[in-house]
């Protein structure tokens, strides 16, 4: 099912996407919000990069954040590779953005091997339980 967010990102239907964060996301955009998006440095996003270098990489991270400062910016992405998405001002995100095809993915992101919910610095903090969840 396609689906758009109130015409956020206009004429680009969402494939996939988490209700919650999506509207987390047309929020700031909607605000006005300055927003980042930083690449997800992983074998997954890409595979040719030797692990040394993406660790290199991730050292320096501040130099690969992106501006965005309005919906079409977002299809500017890099085709493929997922990237943390938050407002320039804050320092953690569980907003995962990328562009596949043409079209603007809005995601949440789970580890693969706990099925926790993971953010840019690698916890999650539940306000429900007042508990860290460790993704490591």
Same mark, same amino acid.
Request: glycine content about 10%; some cysteine.
């Given at each position: ?5 109130? !015409?956020?990102?206009?004429?680009? @239907?969402l494939? /996939?996407?988490? =209700? ?13 919000? =300055?927003?980042?998006w930083?690449?997800? &440095? !992983? $074998?997954?996003?890409? @595979?040719?990069?030797? =692990? ?6 991730? !050292?320096r991270? *501040?130099? &690969?954040?992106?501006?965005? !400062?309005? @919906?079409?910016? &977002? $299809?500017?992405?890099? #085709? ?6 938050? @407002? *320039?001002? #804050?320092?953690?995100?569980?907003? *995962?953005?990328?562009?596949w ?19 840019? &610095?690698? #916890?999650? /903090? #539940? *306000? ?9």
């Amino acid at each position: 099912m396609n689906t758009t967010i109130d !015409s956020t990102i206009p004429g680009q @239907p969402l494939a /996939f996407h988490d =209700p919650e964060v999506a509207q987390r996301v047309q929020g700031w955009l909607g605000g006005g919000k =300055p927003l980042v998006w930083i690449p997800i &440095l !992983s $074998l997954e996003n890409f @595979p040719d990069t030797p =692990p040394e270098i993406l660790h290199w990489l991730d !050292s320096r991270q *501040a130099a &690969l954040h992106v501006p965005i !400062s309005e @919906p079409a910016d &977002l $299809l500017r992405m890099p #085709e493929g590779v997922t990237g943390w998405l938050m @407002p *320039a001002d #804050e320092v953690d995100t569980d907003v *995962a953005c990328g562009v596949w095809n043409g079209e603007v993915y809005i995601l949440g992101v789970k580890d693969k091997r706990t099925g926790h919910k993971q953010t840019l &610095l690698g #916890e999650r /903090f #539940e *306000a429900a339980t007042g508990q860290i969840d460790d993704c490591q």
